[in-house]
């Protein structure tokens, strides 16, 4: 598929097959997010890939957001400290855009390799840090869902009157 394509046919998935994803498409997904820009090349991430049917279940019930019975999740950390330290204080928000950008990667890839994915932002913080053994500095800022597709959402529509040229012509 071409960039333009993905990027258009992406969707939300809450519907997965009972397909597993291997190993290697994992991978290339931790890759993906990897290679995402960053600011001052500070990296200040972390991923973990989550695919043990138990832990999956368990993050279920901790996560109202996450439907569907997806065959792996990545979580996705951010060392704000970390980022503050080497850039100060507007690298909290750094640390963020940082992490945003590795996740739409993540699911830009997937989507390419014919698995969908679906971004989630509801669940208990601290105890996700706990059931995955993250340190206290370092927080879960997204969970993102994966699986074949077990349907295909229609795509939303999109307002195209949001690009402007040049300066703000006003609200749509």
């Known amino acids: 598929m071409d960039l333009e394509t993905i990027i258009q046919t992406r969707r939300s998935v809450r519907i997965f097959s009972d397909k597993p994803l291997e190993k290697e498409q994992l991978e290339s997904l931790g890759l993906a997010a990897i290679w995402a820009p960053t600011g001052g090349n500070a990296q200040p991430w972390y991923f973990i890939i989550i695919t043990g049917k138990g832990t999956i279940k368990v993050i279920k019930t901790l996560s109202p957001g996450l439907l569907g019975n997806p065959q792996a999740v990545i979580a996705v950390l951010a060392d ?12 909290e928000t750094l640390a963020l855009m940082d992490c945003s950008m590795a996740a ?21 913080q601290k105890a996700l840090q706990e059931i995955l053994e993250i340190p206290e500095h370092i927080s879960v800022e997204l969970l993102i869902t994966l699986g074949y597709p077990g349907h295909e959402p229609a795509p939303p529509p999109r307002r195209e009157s949001v690009i402007q040229w040049d300066r703000f012509h006003g609200e749509t």
């Open 104 to 124: 739409q990667n993540i699911m830009l890839r997937a989507w390419d390799l014919g698995i969908g994915s679906c971004a989630v932002r509801s669940f208990n």
């Open 80 to 91: 704000k400290q970390y980022n503050v330290r080497k850039m100060g204080q507007v690298g």
